[in-house]
């Protein structure tokens, strides 16, 4: 029996900051960002809206009113959390109206909770195939204004249905995990943003991708001729491609060109948006299946989950019959077309505007689906 992604979407603020007009307002060569980087336009979030907010929206493209009553396992990996406490998933469950009878919790570390979540909710249904989970990868990446990571932003939410008998992609048994205890991205609760060694950060994603991609190699018996694809996680995309190449003095030289230009359609998608941090390894999955017209049924795709701190991941899907059927290309590129630019004015103005932090009684005027309407008793109250 096969378990996997039946459906799969995303969902990303309607503003963003073109790369160039930040670079000219931080006195930056346009070229450090969109070459160095591989980062084009960066998704904005106002205060109205945050994780919940997002996971619901790009939930709610996907769940259906039969779905709602099959749903016993609701999950969200982030570490965005607007609560110490209580999780988004609980919140997230009754926005949709899932039925009751259901669990739902949060899980974190860094940008790996989401594949913690993806792979729980593989093995509930392995032990349920009756019932379904929904998977919730949402995050906001915040830096600070004029900081080395700010053009490294970027925020958005991918929700994956998982399923016995899955239309899109099957998830294989083949995980091989490392874990490492490294201080190269955290962020206590005295602080507002996260501490970055940037380049012990970049040492530690290739090394960890490095030793997985060899351990999988050596416990699955595999080649890269075996994947049609590999997908990384994407704190931006220029990352993902070092990691790529790190491996490629181990095979031919026709394998590294097809290997590179199925990342090339990968990262489409994240070079409008910027990190997700957990989301950002499915989006890039979501945009390698809008974009690439090489892949077939059965296809084997490998992907590199990375946490900061660190823990990775590798593991493979196989693409089912007729996946194409289920994708939604057309809608995932007009959510990203019809998006509003905002002048670097604008950006620095949202950024700054925050939620109050009082216990007073506050109402807002977003109408966007799922954002805040109301803030009480550090309570917030949302569009339903």
């Known amino acids: ?39 084009d336009k960066m998704a904005i979030i106002p205060k109205t809206q945050d994780i919940i907010t997002l996971g619901a929206a790009a939930a709610e493209k996907i769940v259906t009113e039969e779905d709602k009553q099959m749903i016993d396992l609701v999950i969200v990996g982030t570490e965005s959390s607007n609560d110490f406490s209580k999780s988004a998933a609980v919140i997230i ?23 913690a979540a993806l792979q729980q909710a593989r093995d509930y249904v ?39 008998n899955p239309k899109i992609l099957a998830i294989n048994d083949d995980s091989v ?28 994603y290739i090394n960890s991708f490095t030793r997985v991609w060899e351990q999988n190699l050596k416990v699955n018996q595999t ?7 590999i997908t990384f996680h994407l704190p931006y995309t220029k990352m993902g491609r070092k990691a790529l190449r790190a491996i490629f003095p181990s095979m031919p030289e026709e394998e590294q060109v097809r290997l590179e230009t199925r990342y090339d359609e990968a990262v489409i ?23 690439s017209q090489a892949l077939k049924a059965g296809d084997r795709i490998g992907m590199f989950s990375y946490g900061s701190g660190a823990v990775s991941e590798f593991f493979s899907l196989e693409l089912m019959p007729e996946y194409q059927n289920r994708l939604t290309a057309t809608a995932n590129q007009d959510l ?15 950024f700054e505007d925050k939620l109050p932090m009082d216990d007073g009684e506050h109402e807002f005027n977003d ?18």
């Open 1 to 39: 029996m096969k378990i996997g992604i039946d459906k799969i979407s995303f969902h990303v603020p309607n503003d963003y900051l073109d790369m160039t007009d930040l670079a000219v307002a931080r006195n930056t060569d346009p070229n450090k960002f969109h070459i160095g980087l591989g980062q």
């Open 93 to 115: 469950h009754g926005l949709l109206g899932i039925q009751p009878f259901a669990r739902s919790y949060e899980v974190k570390h860094a940008c790996y909770a989401g594949t």
């Open 126 to 164: 392995a032990a349920h195939p009756t019932r379904k989970a929904l998977v919730i990868a949402a995050d906001i990446a915040k830096y600070g204004l004029n900081t080395g990571g700010e053009p490294t932003q970027g925020c958005g939410a991918v929700a994956m249905l998982v399923s016995a």
């Open 177 to 204: 995990f490392y874990s490492e205890d490294v201080y190269d991205f955290w962020r206590p609760s005295n602080h507002e943003y996260p501490l970055v060694d940037g380049h012990l950060s970049n040492e530690i």
């Open 223 to 229: 080649t890269s001729n075996d994947y049609a694809a």
């Open 269 to 291: 998608y994240s070079r409008e948006v910027g990190n997700l941090y957990t989301g950002s390894l499915y989006l890039g999955l979501i945009s390698l299946l809008d974009n």
């Open 336 to 350: 990203l077309k019809n998006r509003k630019p905002l002048s670097i004015e604008a950006y620095e103005t949202m």
């Open 367 to 384: 109408k966007t689906p799922f954002a805040i309407n109301k803030l009480k008793d550090g309570i917030r109250y949302y569009n339903h």
